[in-house]
Antibody, heavy 115, light 109 residues
Framework: EVELVESGGGLVQPGGSLRLSCAAS????????MTWVRQTPGKGLEWVAT????????YYVDSVKGRFTISRDNAKNSLYLQLNSLRAEDTAVYYC????????WGQGTLVTVSS | QTVVTQEPSLTVSPGGTVTLTCASS?????????PNWFQQKPGQAPRALIY???NKHSWTPARFSGSLLGGKAALTVSGVQPEDEAEYYC?????????FGGGTKLTVL
């Protein structure tokens, strides 16, 4: 059974940092592009970042460029998102997803940026 | 900055047919935008339904179909079931990354 489990969310002050993790199982993690998506409570989905199979290519939405970094460790079947210089508008549930075409999704981890 | 537009809400009767659309501010949506469709119910993660315009995942019910229609991506649900009440999101590739539409709240009434 495919499973994606996010962790690392929490309450952080503006300007602070967090590192989100996503543990994958049940599929060949190293074969697929992986993605982070976020959702502000009560609002729509926003694509955040995507990384290719070996980590050599990554893409970001403009609003997080220079602040967030997506990475992966194929030996650990894990995806990461380093969030720096956090702002109130980064408050959201962060989902990791992947597969051939965004097939699989975790249940999300909540990041709250507030003083 | 690409803006992807969906109908904010639609209502359909059980057993009916409804089409949701997905438009891009940069012009006609084509297969090169690799349209994807997702379903999301309250408190749940998104669930993938359609990829690359019209391809179904193994778990996608047959009543869901994807297409290109009048310069937009479209998701048609034929024979709507009560459990199809949900938010539906399209996702388009714009060359620099991906952009979600604002979502369509589908009510089955």
């Amino acid at each position: 059974e495919v499973e994606l489990v996010e962790s690392g969310g929490g309450l952080v002050q503006p300007g602070g940092s967090l590192r989100l993790s996503c543990a994958a199982s049940g599929f060949t993690f190293s074969s697929y592009w992986m993605t982070w998506v976020r959702q502000t409570p009560g609002k729509g989905l926003e694509w955040v970042a995507t990384i290719n199979q070996d980590g050599s290519e990554n893409y970001y939405v403009d609003s997080v460029k220079g602040r967030f970094t997506i990475s992966r460790d194929n030996a650990k079947n894990s995806l990461y998102l380093q969030l720096n210089s956090l702002r109130a508008e980064d408050t959201a549930v962060y989902y990791c997803g992947g597969g051939s075409w965004f097939d699989y999704w975790g249940q999300g981890t909540l990041v709250t940026v507030s003083s | 900055q690409t803006v992807v537009t969906q109908e904010p809400s639609l209502t359909v009767s059980p057993g009916g047919t409804v089409t949701l659309t997905c438009a891009s501010s940069t012009g006609a949506v084509t297969s090169d935008n690799y349209p994807n469709w997702f379903q999301q119910k309250p408190g749940q993660a998104p669930r993938a339904l359609i990829y690359t315009t019209s391809n179904k995942h193994s778990w996608t019910p047959a009543r869901f179909s994807g297409s290109l229609l009048g310069g937009k991506a479209a998701l048609t649900v034929s024979g709507v079931q009560p459990e199809d009440e949900a938010e539906y999101y399209c996702l388009l590739h714009n060359g620099a990354g991906w952009v979600f539409g604002g979502g369509t709240k589908l009510t089955v009434l």
